[in-house]
């Protein structure tokens, strides 16, 4: 028996005790834990029945928080003006951004000129952006509101490792590193057929956003082949070399399989024994991919981005129904020379984006993927020289087939920082956010077949942004949805 | 298994297989310390099994195990003759002599002796520096210093105090190896020292964005960078919750952390950090104006520096000087923060966490931590009084800790392979070593001052899923564990060991041709292992590599996977002897039992 299955069975254990205990519970934990039980129960037979049900989610982490009011600025003439005053020596010339084909009621907007690709998607309705959101606990009206003492905040605001964190775990209120793309493989690991290959995929290593309580990321680089992809061993000249290389292979899986006391050990084990299992599967997979030549730059993202169509261009040999994927691209904590660095950075990102675009139609899943843009926090609206300070609430990207596009979603905040504007927290400009990741992420949840019954599971303070009455079984009363995925 | 001296036939056997060993210089080792799981009953003879002596509390071998774990607390990475000099010396005493060795030379020495060989080859006074002499300074004077104490404490502060080549100087060997060098030779000095001379070097500077930072200019609408005050704060001495000198977070009416500082703080203490800039400029200019810039420290420059009051933690307060004395400021500043009552638990269980164990008690981060506010002296922050706390404290030498199931942490990928390095003796034929360290660096994501970011490779309060979480314990170095590196780092031991390419060589200077160095390419030497190796004599040697790589934690069962595995490979000749020797050690090497240092 793989250790991975042995997991699995931990996991029903698990959710099968708690959903005893639940039996009459108040406790938010057990009742979650219950809905988890039936749903997973659903996962199944709903593959079985639906074969080419395929849906994918693609994470990009934007390390460092970006500055994305300089990604999505107002182009109000009114609104502008505001902009350029409070920005100061950051403020982008009018002229040098891109106006989108988009009018809210009078109210217009534009794009950094490196996002040109972001544009066209946006104007033929594949891409949208989702305006002033953040980490929250529960919805802050305003300035007001965040003073009083009467609303949770999240803890260590307008700190990297707490934001960014957030941001992958949608749990402000603690330190917890599970993650939203870990907690849906918790639910529906089991729409995947082949037991050792994770829901869960990274370019990126270890991260909070694919951690489960069940279920660990598979970590694979972009630069993987079927050659060169596991373990070197005895070179093939060897006569017996496949017998050696089984008997060292035998041997540390006999070691990693060991009981072992001392909790670092088992787990340091239990690690050992899932690469193992997974890297087998992913190195036939990677024998199967036609590769995708001639569409992506030369980029570390773009080769991340490449790496991720490829895997999905071959999700039947990796068992694969639901996939998430996640990718790190770092270095926008820009306290230094802003404006220089987005310069340079905004169209490698712009390239990566429009490339997977084009990538996924060309292998015909357009339909079935969303990508978006996360990042620790937006930043000061004001400048610190050249650069700018650590805020919260921020603009994002979301794009793919599944997208209504060509929108902006919550609400773009007035950039004025006098009194006239309730959701400005400081004279450096930070933006309390007006939507939350939850209301991001539980359409999401909802679109990639987590049912309405898990969704707490999933989001735990998903009912913060729902009306009590109606959470979590029918989120679509008392509660208006954001619209993104149509 | 008989038990007692039953009979005079086992009796027998006993003596023989103790009588062949000592023969066979046989270095069976057992327990895990000093008294801890020695075996006071007989062995016995069943085929395959090794023969286990029989010890009293002062077995010569149990404490070469013991002094193993010590250094492996101690060091990230010794050999044979440390173990005995542990012996020798005893624990103290050794440490003692590690204090008093002083360092030969600096990394930025070394960087300038190959600027200056780079210059005479090439025949050109311009030449320009090479992003591989930090890497090779740093790898040449680890592999020929003695200094091992000072080096694992170094490693340690660099990971709690960062910057990274993953940035604006990476390539200047200049400014790595110069901040590198504030971590070795501070080692043993004064943690509110380390403080003093991180802000003020250029690196930390450029890496934390407030190298060049102006005070406040309303009329635009720009305030001073945040970014060093909050970070200096945040990890480098007080972290975000206020603790208990146990390193427990304490708790507010609402059970909930309550924090050191708020955003109002950091702001405040922004103003402070204003004014420094580069030491060699006519302006308060933005780029450094040669590669060796960043040997100065920073300099004040009044005009920019932020005039005013400056409101502290803890009700200190910063009068309203003439910017003239911007240092002052500084000074103030780091002085106040230094005496933080959060910094001697913040910065002690940091340091017990890279040394020791990834969850020690709440008494022992607290005896540290009171070592750190004073050491006896009066003294608060000395080094070597800290070190002294964290590597003779019970729960680090004490053979029952180890045997907690909590005790211990994931060795750091680096310091497995400094350690291969260092056990096996890697050796070249000049004496002097190079390494670009790319290879480490590809397989497992980790080399010196190469962290992605400000928060270190790892974060000290990680924790994986399953049993570690289950327990509420933390295991920082699980969060760089992940399917590529599991898979990197058993390449790299295979690439490293049975391939014989401990380190890889590169140029020094363009157009250096690699015969030219071909007596400074590292290789091991297993002369003596491969002696050992034959199906009756291996057990022998896996006890070597058992007390020389893991201290003794390997367990019978994972010793006997590994005898089966080596046995499958063929000795005939004296290549597949030395390769049964390094196959040996990359199996163990690869079991959880060694991976994991307790």
């Given at each position: 028996m793989s250790h991975h299955h042995h997991r699995t069975i931990s996991r029903r254990k698990f959710l099968g005790e708690a959903s005893c205990a639940a039996i009459g519970g108040t406790t938010l934990l057990s009742s979650i834990l219950n809905l988890g039980a039936i749903n997973t129960l659903a996962a199944r037979p709903h593959i079985i029945n639906n074969p080419n049900d395929y849906k994918a989610m693609v994470c990009i982490l934007l390390a460092g928080g970006a500055d994305s009011f300089n990604m999505l600025v107002p182009s109000t003439p009114s609104e502008y003006a505001d902009y350029q005053a409070t920005r100061g020596s950051l403020a982008l010339p009018q002229n040098a951004l891109l106006p989108l084909n988009y009018n809210n009621a009078g109210r217009t907007f534009s794009v950094h000129s490196g996002l040109d690709g972001v544009k066209n998607m946006f104007d033929n309705g594949e891409a949208a952006f989702l305006a002033n959101i953040g980490t929250l606990i529960e919805p802050v009206a305003n300035y007001t509101q965040f003073q009083s003492g009467t609303k949770k905040l999240p803890l260590g605001l307008y700190s990297h490792s707490d934001q960014i964190q957030q941001w992958q775990t949608v749990l402000p209120q603690n330190r917890s590193a599970i993650g939203f793309g870990g907690r849906i493989a918790d639910i529906l690991n089991d729409m995947n057929t082949i037991d050792q290959v994770s829901l869960n995929i990274s370019l990126s290593g270890k991260n909070s956003f694919q951690a489960g309580n069940m279920y660990n990321e598979y970590s694979i680089s972009r630069s993987a082949t079927a050659a060169n992809l596991g373990f070197e061993g005895f070179p093939s000249y060897f006569s017996n070399a496949g017998h050696l290389n089984d008997t060292r292979d035998n041997a540390i899986e006999s070691m990693a399989e060991a009981h072992y006391t001392n909790i670092f050990q088992k787990t340091i084990g239990n690690i050992n024994k899932q690469t193992?299992?997974?890297?087998?599967?992913?190195?036939?997979?990677?024998?199967?991919?036609?590769?995708?030549?001639?569409?992506?730059?030369?980029?570390?993202?773009?080769?991340d981005m490449k790496m991720i169509a490829e895997l999905i261009s071959v999700k039947q040999f990796l068992g694969a129904n639901r996939q998430v994927f996640f990718v790190t691209y770092g270095g926008w904590d820009h306290h230094d020379d802003v404006i220089n660095n987005q310069n340079v950075m905004l169209p490698i990102l712009d390239n990566a984006l429009t490339e997977f675009n084009t990538a996924l139609k060309q292998i015909g899943m357009f339909d079935n993927v969303v990508t978006f843009t996360i990042s620790d926090f937006a930043r000061t609206l004001t400048s610190n020289g050249n650069g700018?300070?650590?805020?919260?609430?921020?603009?994002?990207?979301?794009?793919?087939?599944?997208?209504?596009?060509?929108?902006?979603?919550?609400?773009?905040?007035?950039?004025?920082?006098?009194?006239?504007?309730?959701?400005?927290?400081?004279?450096?400009?930070?933006?309390?956010?007006?939507?939350?990741?939850?209301?991001?992420?539980?359409?999401?949840?909802?679109?990639?077949?987590?049912?309405p019954n898990d969704l707490e599971y999933v989001i735990p303070n998903i009912c913060n942004f729902y009306s009590p009455s109606s959470c979590p079984t029918n989120p679509g009363s008392g509660y208006t949805p954001l619209g993104i995925l149509s | 298994m008989q038990t007692k001296f039953t009979n005079m036939a086992s009796l027998l056997l006993v003596f023989v297989f103790i009588s062949q060993s000592l023969v066979a210089q046989d270095t069976i080792v057992i327990g895990f310390g000093d008294h801890?799981?020695?075996?006071?009953?007989?062995?016995?003879?069943?085929?395959?099994?090794?023969?286990?002596?029989?010890?009293?509390?002062?077995?010569?071998?149990?404490?070469?195990?013991?002094?193993?774990?010590?250094?492996?607390?101690?060091?990230?990475?010794?050999?044979?003759?440390?173990?005995?000099?542990?012996?020798?010396?005893?624990?103290?005493?050794?440490?003692?002599?590690?204090?008093?060795?002083?360092?030969?030379?600096?990394?930025?020495?070394?960087?300038?002796?190959?600027?200056?060989?780079?210059?005479?080859?090439?025949?050109?006074?311009?030449?320009?520096?090479?992003?591989?002499?930090?890497?090779?300074?740093?790898?040449?004077?680890?592999?020929?210093?003695?200094?091992?104490?000072?080096?694992?404490?170094?490693?340690?502060?660099?990971?709690?105090?960062?910057?990274?080549?993953?940035?604006?100087?990476?390539?200047?060997?200049?400014?790595?190896?110069?901040?590198?060098?504030?971590?070795?030779?501070?080692?043993?000095?004064?943690?509110?020292?380390?403080?003093?001379?991180?802000?003020?070097?250029?690196?930390?500077?450029?890496?934390?964005?407030?190298?060049?930072?102006?005070?406040?200019?309303?009329?635009?609408?720009?305030?001073?960078?945040?970014?060093?005050?909050?970070?200096?704060?945040?990890?480098?001495?007080?972290?975000?919750?206020?603790?208990?000198?146990?390193?427990?977070?304490?708790?507010?009416?609402?059970?909930?952390?309550?924090?050191?500082?708020?955003?109002?703080?950091?702001?405040?203490?922004?103003?402070?950090?204003?004014?420094?800039?580069?030491?060699?400029?006519?302006?308060?200019?933005?780029?450094?104006?040669?590669?060796?810039?960043?040997?100065?420290?920073?300099?004040?420059?009044?005009?920019?520096?932020?005039?005013?009051?400056?409101?502290?933690?803890?009700?200190?307060?910063?009068?309203?000087?003439?910017?003239?004395?911007?240092?002052?400021?500084?000074?103030?500043?780091?002085?106040?923060?230094?005496?933080?009552?959060?910094?001697?638990?913040?910065?002690?269980?940091?340091?017990?966490?890279?040394?020791?164990?990834?969850?020690?008690?709440?008494?022992?981060v607290q005896d540290v931590a009171q070592v750190f506010a004073n050491n006896g002296a009066g003294v608060r922050g000395d080094m070597k009084a800290i070190i002294k706390a964290i590597l003779l404290h019970p729960e680090a030498t004490s053979c029952g800790s180890g045997d907690l199931p909590t005790f211990g942490g994931l060795r750091e990928p680096f310091a497995r392979y400094m350690q291969i390095n260092k056990a096996f003796n890697a050796s070249t034929m000049s004496g002097v070593f190079r390494n670009d360290m790319n290879n480490v660096y590809n397989f497992t994501g980790q080399r010196p001052l190469a962290s992605p970011s400000v928060f270190n490779f790892f974060q000290r309060d990680y924790q994986p899923i399953g049993p570690i979480e289950e327990a509420d314990k933390v295991a920082p170095v699980f969060q760089i564990t992940n399917a590529q590196t599991v898979a990197g780092y058993l390449s790299g031991v295979w690439e490293w060991v049975l391939d014989n390419n401990p380190a890889d060589e590169g140029q020094l200077y363009t157009g250096e041709v690699s015969t030219t160095y071909t007596n400074q390419i590292s290789s091991f030497d297993f002369t003596a292992e491969k002696t050992l190796v034959d199906d009756d004599k291996l057990h022998i040697l896996i006890d070597k590599y058992n007390l020389l790589l893991a201290q003794g934690n390997l367990t019978q069962p994972t010793i006997d996977i590994i005898l089966a595995a080596v046995k499958q490979l063929p000795n005939t000749n004296d290549s597949e002897r030395e390769r049964r020797a390094r196959f040996t050690a990359y199996l163990v090497m690869s079991s959880p039992e060694y991976l994991i240092n307790r």
């Open positions: 193992r299992d997974s890297v087998e599967v992913f190195r036939a997979a990677l024998g199967n991919v036609i590769p995708i030549n001639n569409v992506f730059s030369a980029t570390s993202l773009s080769g700018s300070d650590h805020a919260w609430g921020s603009n994002q990207i979301v794009m793919g087939g599944p997208v209504a596009g060509q929108n902006i979603y919550g609400n773009f905040p007035s950039l004025r920082l006098d009194n006239s504007n309730p959701i400005n927290l400081s004279s450096r400009g930070r933006m309390l956010p007006t939507t939350s990741v939850d209301q991001f992420y539980a359409e999401l949840a909802l679109w990639f077949g987590v049912s | 801890y799981g020695v075996q006071v009953e007989s062995s016995t003879s069943q085929a395959g099994q090794s023969p286990i002596k029989t010890l009293g509390s002062e077995g010569f071998l149990p404490n070469m195990n013991a002094a193993s774990r010590f250094l492996a607390q101690a060091t990230f990475g010794y050999d044979l003759d440390d173990i005995n000099s542990v012996i020798a010396l005893g624990q103290e005493g050794w440490i003692n002599q590690q204090f008093a060795i002083s360092m030969a030379t600096s990394l930025t020495a070394r960087v300038q002796t190959y600027h200056t060989n780079a210059r005479t080859a090439l025949g050109d006074p311009n030449t320009g520096t090479r992003s591989n002499w930090w890497d090779n300074a740093w790898w040449n004077y680890h592999m020929t210093s003695n200094d091992l104490l000072r080096q694992k404490v170094a490693m340690a502060l660099s990971q709690l105090i960062v910057i990274s080549e993953l940035s604006g100087f990476g390539g200047n060997p200049y400014a790595l190896s110069s901040y590198y060098d504030i971590m070795l030779q501070n080692a043993f000095t004064n943690y509110r020292t380390i403080l003093q001379k991180v802000t003020y070097h250029p690196a930390m500077g450029e890496y934390l964005t407030f190298l060049n930072n102006p005070k406040t200019n309303l009329a635009l609408n720009q305030f001073p960078d945040e970014n060093y005050s909050r970070e200096i704060m945040q990890l480098f001495t007080i972290g975000t919750n206020m603790l208990n000198m146990d390193g427990s977070v304490i708790m507010d009416g609402q059970n909930q952390p309550v924090p050191t500082y708020d955003n109002e703080d950091i702001f405040e203490l922004s103003k402070v950090f204003t004014g420094l800039t580069w030491a060699d400029r006519t302006s308060f200019g933005r780029t450094a104006l040669t590669s060796t810039s960043y040997l100065q420290d920073m300099v004040m420059w009044e005009t920019f520096h932020e005039p005013g009051i400056k409101i502290l933690l803890n009700g200190d307060t910063i009068p309203n000087r003439n910017p003239i004395n911007g240092n002052a400021d500084i000074t103030d500043a780091l002085n106040s923060l230094f005496n933080h009552p959060n910094v001697p638990p913040f910065v002690s269980l940091f340091l017990i966490q890279r040394l020791v164990t990834d969850n020690p008690s709440p008494s022992y």
